[in-house]
């Protein structure tokens, strides 16, 4: 079966510092991977997705990145955080002929 | 006019009734249909998905879908203190390529 991992779970950075989080997925190959922000109280909103190694489409303008280096690893980064970066950041993946979306079990990131 | 709309509620609904859940959506070519229930601080889950027009069952989980009035709903039969969470509508509209677009969610409260 698939297992889709996150970490950090939780962090706390201040404002100004780089960022990595990094998402994992195990027992599929060839997966479309996508990055979520869930802000409080609000939708979730779709940041990067990549259907594979070094192919990213990036949804909304913002300091963030992120990069595919391994087919079944999706980093998200940024240089220099602000405080609006605040949420739960979510990693989802769906087979890539397919359209189901199974999420990680998330990173709340808190920037102060 | 958003692309997925629900009612972000909360909808309380007494433990044992049937809770229903409603979304609409603005795209008329939107194909593929989801549900995920997201509980306080977890990741979100999904329920089921629907396709074709009519109901499709599953367990206590009913998911009805009319494309002709743009609208999806899901039932919850014989509800318990445990289907307490928010639920999440995604849609993958037309063009949009494996993507997704949520809906806010609607949190369901069911009261003991």
């Known amino acids: 079966s698939q297992t889709i991992h996150q970490w950090p779970a939780t962090l706390v950075q201040p404002v100004g510092s780089p960022l990595s989080l990094e998402c994992t997925v195990e027992g599929t190959s060839n997966p479309n991977l996508y990055w979520y922000r869930q802000a409080a109280g609000r939708g979730l909103q779709l940041l990067f997705y990549s259907v594979g190694i070094g192919q990213i489409s990036s949804e909304v303008p913002q300091n963030l990145s992120a990069s595919r280096p391994q087919d079944r690893q999706f980093i998200l980064s940024s240089k220099k955080l602000l405080l609006s970066d605040s949420g739960f950041y979510l990693c989802?993946?769906?087979?890539?002929?397919?359209?189901?979306?199974?999420f990680g079990p998330g990173t709340r990131l808190l920037v102060l | 006019q958003k692309e997925v709309e629900q009612n972000s509620g909360p909808l309380s609904v007494p433990e044992g009734a049937i809770a229903s859940l409603n979304c609409t959506y603005s795209?008329?070519?939107?194909?593929?249909f989801f549900w995920y229930r997201q509980y306080s601080g977890k990741s979100p889950e999904l329920i089921m998905f629907?396709?074709?027009?009519g109901d499709k069952e599953d367990g206590r989980f009913t998911a009805q879908l009319n494309k002709a009035s743009q609208y999806v709903s899901l039932l919850i039969r014989d509800s318990q203190p445990s289907d307490s969470a928010t639920y999440l509508c995604?849609?993958?509209?037309?063009?949009?390529?494996?993507?997704?677009?949520f809906g806010i969610g609607t949190k369901l409260q069911v009261i003991p």
């Open positions: 995604a849609v993958n509209l037309s063009g949009g390529y494996q993507k997704v677009t």
């Open positions: 629907i396709y074709s027009n």
């Open positions: 795209d008329r070519g939107s194909q593929s």
């Open positions: 989802a993946w769906s087979p890539g002929d397919g359209e189901t979306q199974y």
